[in-house]
């Protein structure tokens, strides 16, 4: 075994740094060229990104469709390519290694996908699915290998009994279960979560965010919990940040980003949140209405890239792009992307007055489709 993989396959235990992204970018080229297939431009889809991660840590990633979250869920998990930038994980880089170094890398990275109809393959029983990761990565007989995908149906809630039944035959929520299954077969230390509950019923949303809570607890898992739903994200994630056309703009422990967020879009997002409060009449409250629409990532905006639609916006905005720092005031690991921070009861202030129902539509969504 190599040094790099000695590495990968290092044991850690909680509250051990386990993953840096530093100023990681993905551009995808856009070829108008029919007859040269010249690239003339390309998407920034992921630009200048950097978090990181601790065991037995949930960071939860927000931002409207196309912000880039799931493009970044796939730099982390080595799907993509970077185009530059540095992930390390356990401590050893593995933006540069070769199809070799990988495979423990995807013995110890995994992905819970967000449609659980399209990641599963219709032509195969459930039970030949869940074998792959053993049949890839270990010298286990048929016999062991089906001992442990029936271990693995039980603990997420499957029947055993179902180990020859085609996807076809299960229910989406059931179907996410079997998606979790894998990523859980080989006991990886990251579980990359790209919207696992947006296209199940709420109430099986309730049951397979418990399902991945007592998974944590067992077996240590850190995860990255990408979610259109606030309410959801706030509910599982330490941490959470929100990204706005490629870039993160503010990021830091779960509840001081709920009560005291500082970057105007983040703002403009907790306000959309609908609330149960006899104090909001019909259940609204001040909405931040953003105008415009979300310019385009393949030719973003110059400074800030939130400025065309911030109420706050003023000349250095559109000039200089504003560090990903700690404001004053704020406690340590709160970190915000603008010159003129929220203040306090500000959030308020930007609401001038109630949206109309035909503003609804328009008001910022954090979510997502895929992005």
């Not at 990275?109 to 393959?121: A, C, E, K, T």
């Amino acid at each position: 075994m190599t040094t790099t993989e000695v590495d990968l396959e290092a044991q850690t235990s909680k509250g051990d740094l386990l993953l840096e992204v530093q100023d990681v970018a993905k551009y995808f080229p856009v070829r108008n060229n029919a007859l040269f297939n010249r690239a003339q431009a390309s998407v920034k889809a992921v630009d200048g990104v950097s978090l990181s991660l601790r065991v037995g840590e949930t960071l939860g990633v927000v931002g409207e469709s196309g912000c880039g979250k799931s493009t970044l869920a796939r730099l982390i998990a080595a799907l993509h390519p970077v185009t530059s930038g540095r992930i390390r994980f356990k401590g050893r880089e593995i933006t540069t290694l070769d199809r070799r170094h990988m495979r423990p890398l995807r013995r110890s990275i995994q992905m819970v996908f967000q449609d659980p109809y399209g990641s599963l393959n219709p032509r195969r029983r459930v039970g030949s699915i869940l074998s792959d990761p053993f049949a890839v990565h270990t010298q286990m007989s048929r016999a062991e290998m089906r001992e442990q995908v029936r271990d693995l149906m039980s603990r997420v809630g499957l029947s055993p009994e179902h180990y020859n039944r085609f996807p076809a035959e299960f229910s989406g929520g059931q179907r996410q279960r079997i998606g979790i299954a894998r990523a859980l077969a080989l006991r990886p230390d990251l579980i990359i979560c790209d919207e696992p509950v947006s296209a199940l019923d709420v109430s099986i949303q309730a049951q397979i965010i418990n399902l991945l809570e007592d998974l944590q607890d067992e077996f240590m898992l850190t995860y990255i919990f990408i979610a259109h739903d606030l309410s959801v994200v706030r509910h599982v994630s330490d941490r959470i940040a929100v990204m706005y056309l490629g870039k993160i703009v503010e990021t830091g422990p779960v509840e001081e980003i709920y009560s005291s967020s500082r970057h105007p879009y983040t703002a403009s997002l907790l306000s959309a949140v609908p609330v149960a409060d006899r104090a909001f009449k019909n259940g609204r409250k001040a909405r931040v209405i953003l105008s415009g629409d979300v310019p385009s990532p393949q030719n973003p905006p110059t400074g800030c890239r939130f400025h065309p639609r911030c109420p706050k916006a003023q000349a250095i905005c559109s000039s200089a792009e504003p560090p990903l720092e700690q404001k004053p005031g704020d406690p340590v690991g709160h970190l915000t992307a603008c010159h003129f921070p929220v203040e306090a009861g500000e959030a308020l202030a930007l609401a001038s007055r109630e949206p109309t129902d035909a503003e609804d539509a328009e008001a910022p969504d954090a979510a997502g489709e895929q992005s």
